[in-house]
């Protein structure tokens, strides 16, 4: 792991969502920047951390952590949250898998997590997007990604004024 490219990507990834001390947050993607996303939100003083994942030992490191691991094999990940926060989500997410991300039954849809996190975050708040999101993708399984484009749910995402930030 590089100290000058996984840690700070996790880090500008909850700085991208807006986050403020005190807030929760939810991480899609418990691979090496969605731990450091999670660090670094832990470090910043997160109230509490959710970490999505379909991997065991991801979300094993996600718990030994202090997060609140999410296997998205056990249904919508977006409602575990949902339900675990009693209903009203969380205030800012990041999205740590990008356009290769699978759905929770290992199928590819480059528009899953970005639709799981406008379901999952409180309105008004804030996504921060640092998994890598490509102009084509000429072998994915749909027309849409392959032009690098993706069914996202702007309606819920207006309706209820999040924000979002990307980039590397």
């Known amino acids: ?17 807006g986050f403020q001390p005190g807030e929760s947050i939810a991480i899609y993607g418990a691979g ?9 939100a832990e470090i910043r003083g997160a109230s509490q951390i959710f970490v999505v994942d379909s991997h065991d030992d991801r979300l094993k490191l996600a718990e030994a952590m202090g997060a609140i691991p999410i296997d998205m094999r056990k249904g919508d990940p977006a409602q575990q949250i949902l339900d675990a926060t009693g209903g009203l989500g969380t205030d800012r997410g990041v999205e740590a898998v990008g356009y290769q991300c699978c759905d929770r039954h290992g199928k590819e849809r480059s528009n899953y997590t970005m639709n799981c996190l406008v379901k999952s975050t409180k309105a008004t708040g804030g996504i921060g ?16 990604q392959k032009e690098g484009k993706m069914a996202f749910d702007f309606g819920n995402f207006w309706f209820k004024g999040q924000k979002i930030g990307t980039g590397q």
């Open 1 to 17: 792991m590089s100290l000058s490219d996984i840690f700070p990507t996790g880090w500008h990834g909850v700085e991208l969502s």
């Open 129 to 144: 997007v640092v998994g890598v999101f490509i102009p084509e993708d000429p072998n994915a399984p749909d027309d849409l």
């Open 32 to 40: 090496p920047v969605g731990l450091m996303a999670a660090h670094s």
